[in-house]
């Protein structure tokens, strides 16, 4: 008797449960069911502001932290520079160039130019050794003159052409004068010493 009545005791309290069990599932999905709603409404307001961002309108965007800090750094820069360095102001300002400034490709041309001369004074220099013929170096102090009109001409050229300076267009033009009487000096020397040698021969 006593378990004919505890079975169906038993069973009420498995029915129960399961049915406490599903009326728990189903208020857990009613409760969850407004964020859904909130998450989906969410998503097709993001949706709707990027396809209302098109190339004319500028959608807002939040600061990076980068961006921030450059733009501390060099408010601090311009600030310290002004207060304690006057002059740094000035100095960090692009320098624009006078309109009779040479170009770079110029430079390049004067500079090794100037190189090349100097190299063939080396080598002059170093053939006479080597053939113990000596006028071969008055070749090379006979250049000399010539590479003094080349530097003459390239430092009034770093000084945008001075007029204050304008004595080293007299001075290049004068040594280049002498810079071809001295080399071709040198030059007749050598010429005659190879026809010396060759009547004695």
């Known amino acids: 008797m006593a378990s004919h009545l505890a079975a169906p005791g038993r069973a ?3 029915s129960q449960a399961a049915q406490r069990r599903r009326h728990g599932f189903a208020s857990v999905a009613a409760s969850s069911r407004p964020c859904a709603v909130r998450c989906r409404a969410q ?3 993001r949706r709707d502001a990027l396809a209302e961002c098109t190339p004319s309108t500028s959608c807002p965007e939040r600061p990076s ?3 921030g800090g450059a733009l501390l750094a060099a408010a601090a820069v311009a600030t310290t520079s002004g207060l304690l360095w006057p002059e ?5 300002t692009i320098h624009t160039e006078p309109a009779n400034a040479l170009s770079l490709q110029t430079w390049a041309i004067h500079v090794s130019s100037v190189l090349e001369w100097v190299t063939a004074m080396g080598l002059m220099w170093r053939y006479a050794e080597v053939t113990g013929n000596p006028r071969w170096k008055g070749m090379a102090w006979g250049m000399v003159p010539a590479l003094g009109s080349a530097m003459a001409a ?5 000084f945008y052409n001075s007029p204050d300076l304008e004595f080293l267009v007299v001075l290049q033009s004068a040594l280049t004068v ?4 001295t080399c071709w000096w040198a ?3 050598i010429y005659a010493a190879g026809v010396a040698e060759k009547s004695s021969a």
């Open 88 to 92: 740094a102001a000035s100095a960090l």
């Open 178 to 181: 002498v810079g071809n009487c």
């Open 187 to 189: 030059a007749y020397r």
């Open 12 to 14: 009420l309290s498995a």
């Open 65 to 67: 932290l980068a961006a």
């Open 154 to 158: 390239c430092t009034w050229h770093w």
């Open 43 to 45: 998503a097709t307001e």
